[in-house]
């Protein structure tokens, strides 16, 4: 009796009806699951979109540092050059410092007159003077100054009224503010 369909109906549309209602009820249990699925994967998606802007917003961060640290690395570069190529001409002087006192050491002697050796002697001083500001200081009659000489001996006299320098033993140099040598003086302090 259960196969049989009812009275007035056809075989086929009972086999219709309750495809009809089968599908129909199924419909209704397929979609709740495809919404749930749906809103399985969008909020999976969802999430992912949050994650990669994260991702992003740090990787925006970390290129924001990595610029300023590149930035901050070239003026430093820049600053620090020119103190570099200031410190290579000092030592390039303070090498020549040595044939400074040889050459005035041979004019005092009397040795360089004339001749190319005292041209040569000329243009090396010249050009250690204006190229490099070289400045050669001391002088007999300066007032001793501990920052500007060395004072290797000392008398007394009572012609001075403060500590001047009396003999320059050995010059001293400088470049700009920078002294490179003091001078090698004796000095006369008062009585």
Do not use: C, W
């Not at 699925?37 to 969008?42: A, F, H, I, K, Y």
């Not at 001083?125 to 001793?144: I, K, M, N």
């Not at 000392?154 to 403060?162: C, F, I, L, N, Y």
Request: avoid cysteine; charged fraction near 30%; hydrophobic fraction near 40%.
């Amino acid at each position: 009796a259960g196969d049989r369909p009812a009275e007035g109906a056809s075989p086929s549309s009972a086999r219709d009806g309750a495809a009809d209602g089968s599908a129909a009820g199924g419909d209704h249990d397929m979609s709740a699951f495809e919404a749930d699925v749906e809103d399985s994967e969008l909020t999976k998606a969802m999430g992912q979109i949050g994650q990669l802007g994260d991702d992003l917003a740090h990787a925006k961060a970390d290129l924001y540092n990595l610029n300023q640290e590149y930035g901050n690395y070239v003026r430093r570069a820049k600053e620090a050059a020119s103190g570099h190529r200031e410190m290579g001409r000092q030592e390039v002087v303070e090498s020549l410092i040595g044939v400074l006192d040889d050459i005035d050491a041979a004019r005092t002697h009397g040795e360089l007159e004339g001749g190319p050796f005292a041209s040569i002697a000329q243009k090396l001083e010249d050009t250690l003077s204006t190229r490099f500001g070289l400045e050669r200081f001391g002088a007999v009659g300066d007032a001793f100054d501990p920052a500007l000489h060395e004072a290797l001996m000392a008398r007394t006299s009572a012609e001075v009224d403060h500590p001047v320098v009396a003999q320059v033993l050995q010059p001293g140099y400088r470049m700009g503010d920078r002294v490179l040598r003091a001078t090698k003086v004796l000095v006369e302090n008062p009585e």
